[in-house]
């Protein structure tokens, strides 16, 4: 599920029983549901959330993403960005050597896979007539979200969740979310608590 804060920008990615049990609490309202989708109880049908959205705004502190290699790799997919390979070892690669000049910054280092490296050495992509796929940029935070669902519901793009990602990044990492990605103080339904519903709620989910 897609939590807003109250002024609509995207905060974090929950599971529906966190997004239930908000709603339940008045802490969120439901912005989208799933049309196809329901949540039963004993006692009627309640619409399934796909995107809710803060009852109050919720202040989170602006924390840059770390450049390390770790991330390269991650806005990256996991993916080179000259051949598109995903195989093992990846390399991280200056765009313009660093002989040349080139800066460790965001927009000049890219995912590379070995060959592609050793075939571009020292040299320039457009000297090794190599073509990057994709434009390297600075990763957002919501992008990094992204990355940690197998399955982006498509009822979420008109909050340009997807908007601002790179080409590349359209590839999921290999995990499913549990939990919100907001610090535990900062999380309006607090990490803490276990995933269960209201009492005397029983919920099925279809």
Known sequence: MLVLNQSYEPLSVCSVQKAVILVFLDKADIVIENPHRKIHTVNAPYPFPSVIRLSHYKRVPFKNIMLSRKNILRRDGHRCQYCGGTTAPLTVDHIIPRSHGGKDT??????????????????????????????????????????????????????????????????????????????????????????????????SLS
């Open 106 to 203: 965001w927009e000049n280092l890219v995912t590379a896979c070995l060959a592609c490296n050793n075939r571009k050495r020292d040299h320039s992509p457009e000297r090794a007539g190599m073509t990057l796929r994709s434009v390297p940029r600075r990763p957002s935070r919501v992008s990094f979200i992204a990355q940690s669902v197998h399955n982006v519901d498509d009822l979420w793009k008109p909050y340009r969740f997807m908007a601002c990602s790179p080409p590349a990044m359209d590839e999921p990492l290999a995990r499913p979310y549990t939990s919100c990605f907001l610090p535990p103080a900062s999380c309006p339904a607090s990490c803490l608590l276990p995933p269960a519903f209201p009492p005397r709620i029983a919920i």
